[in-house]
């Protein structure tokens, strides 16, 4: 499963962008997804998760602020991200969760894009 990300970019200190990921087709059923991100220096840490029935997890420095979606029929997830703080600079990753059958699941990640926000 490979997955593509985009829609990063610079924007000023409460701006919004929105990040879209999208899997490619394959036998394999896309089950978790979720955005990281890795800021300079530091560890990559997780951002917002969905299952495939849509419950949601946030890191508490984003909630309210980051909302996650996804579209199981296209394979894709999308990261609204509203009030952007400049600590919110790093590059963004999203992570899909794939299975077939009853075998144990794999992991994929996609190439980061670059969120830069501008004080």
């Known amino acids: 499963v490979q997955l593509q990300a985009s829609g990063g970019g610079l924007v000023q200190a409460g701006g919004s962008l929105r990040l879209s990921c999208v899997a490619s087709?394959?036998?394999?059923?896309?089950?978790?997804m979720a955005w990281y991100r890795q800021a300079p220096e530091k560890e990559r840490e997780l951002v917002a998760s969905i299952t495939r029935a849509g419950s949601r997890t946030y890191a508490d420095s984003v909630r309210g602020r980051f909302t996650i979606s996804r579209v199981n029929a296209r394979n894709t997830v999308d990261l609204q991200m509203n009030s952007l703080k400049p600590e919110d600079t790093a590059v963004y990753y999203c992570k899909a969760e794939y299975r077939w059958g009853n075998s144990s699941p794999g992991y994929s990640w996609g190439r980061g894009t670059q969120v830069t926000v501008s004080a």
């Open positions: 087709r394959s036998k394999f059923s896309i089950n978790d």
